[in-house]
């Protein structure tokens, strides 16, 4: 069945240095992918996404890299500062069609002064 | 404008009562959706909407009821909740069913 899973479910980085997210999904079908930040008591926020024809996209302080050959996906945040700390979770579905969003566990990032 | 905005923040209801959630965007989005997100959990999707008309049922209850009033607005009826039914409510909206969503802050809601 679907599911899209993350390797750790928390994750502490010092402030200034950079973080690495992960996230496996079990779908090959997928082939659209988002990163969500979600800050206590707030609503996820978008981050970055990409497309299974891409491997790797870039954002401000982000990247976002897919290997599909494994069904693996990283977050890279560069030098993360208090803001960054947050969950944050992979979400994946196959882009055609009426089909849905779905989200992995979450990984909780606190980055530390 | 990138921005959903969900009333009310924060609802008490007890467990006969009949309420609604409230959901609006302005940025010409013609999908959006009502997911349930229990506390350190993931967000559960629970109704989407495209183009004004209901997509995806995700085997909700019948005690939620959505409405989709027009292409802006997004409305979830509540009626005889229980209290595991407690949680916060997010509405999302994207440009197509295929782009990126982007949610509001969310409905705190208690069951009593």
């Known amino acids: 069945g679907e599911s899209v899973g993350l390797h750790l479910p928390t994750l502490s980085v010092q402030e200034g240095d950079n973080s690495i997210i992960n996230c496996a999904y079990s779908n090959s079908a997928s082939d659209y992918f988002i990163w969500y930040k979600q800050e206590s008591g707030k609503g996820p926020q978008f981050i970055i996404d990409?497309?299974?024809?891409?491997d790797k996209r870039q954002g401000q302080r982000v990247t976002v890299l897919l290997n599909k050959t494994v069904k693996h996906l990283s977050l890279q945040i560069a030098a993360t500062q208090p803001g960054d700390s947050a969950v944050y979770f992979c979400a994946e579905k196959r882009d055609f069609g009426n089909e849905k969003l779905t989200f992995g566990t979450g990984t909780r990032l606190t980055i530390i002064p | 404008d990138t921005e959903v905005t969900q009333t009310p923040k924060h609802l008490v209801m007890g467990m006969t009562n009949k309420k609604s959630l409230k959901c609006e965007q302005h940025m010409g989005h013609r999908a959006m959706y009502w997911y349930k997100q229990k506390a350190k959990k993931p967000p559960e999707l629970m109704f989407v909407?495209?183009?004004?008309?209901?997509?995806i049922n995700e085997s909700v209850p019948s005690r939620f009821s959505p409405e989709c009033p027009n292409s802006s607005l997004l409305n979830l009826h509540l009626h005889a909740l229980q209290p595991e039914d407690s949680a916060l409510y997010l509405c999302?909206?994207?440009?197509?069913?295929?782009?990126?969503?982007?949610f509001g802050q969310g409905t705190r809601l208690t069951v009593v």
């Open positions: 990409i497309r299974s024809n891409m």
């Open positions: 999302a909206s994207s440009r197509t069913m295929n782009t990126e969503a982007f």
């Open positions: 909407y495209s183009y004004e008309k209901l997509s």
